[in-house]
């Protein structure tokens, strides 16, 4: 069963409740709030897991694999070149896209009603 809420990708990409789509979703840079300032959501009871941190981690992977292959194929650079170049690259789309892709996948989470099997379903 569905639930009704903002779309997973307005929620994700602006970092909001799913339901309300107005309240913050986290505290911190990953941390996930208690509960919507807004609504009263408790978002305490799902949990999105490693989920989005691997898919991040094979997208990032592909993004910055593939055109450090092809730079080195064509320009066959220094080591030192790679490193300066493609750690930063890295390290900057894995900090940018790790947050509003948690705050997604939490969204479809709440949409499709998934949660953790020894939980209790909230009200």
Not at 37 to 56: K, Q
Not at 102 to 116: C, D, G, P, S, T
């Amino acid at each position: 069963m569905k639930r009704d809420g903002v779309s997973p990708v307005t929620a994700g990409l602006k970092c909001v409740c799913p339901r309300c789509g107005e309240g913050h979703l986290f505290n911190g840079y990953l941390k996930l709030a208690d509960e919507c300032e807004c609504c009263g959501l408790d978002f305490r009871y799902e949990d999105a897991g490693d989920g989005p941190a691997s898919v991040i981690i094979l997208l990032v992977g592909i993004l910055v694999v593939f055109p450090a292959l092809l730079v080195e194929v064509v320009f066959h650079p220094p080591i030192w070149v790679h490193a300066l170049l493609w750690l930063p690259l890295a390290t900057l789309l894995t900090l940018l896209l790790l947050r509003p892709f948690k705050a997604f996948w939490y969204a479809l989470m709440y949409r499709n009603n998934v949660h953790e099997s020894n939980t209790p379903k909230p009200d």
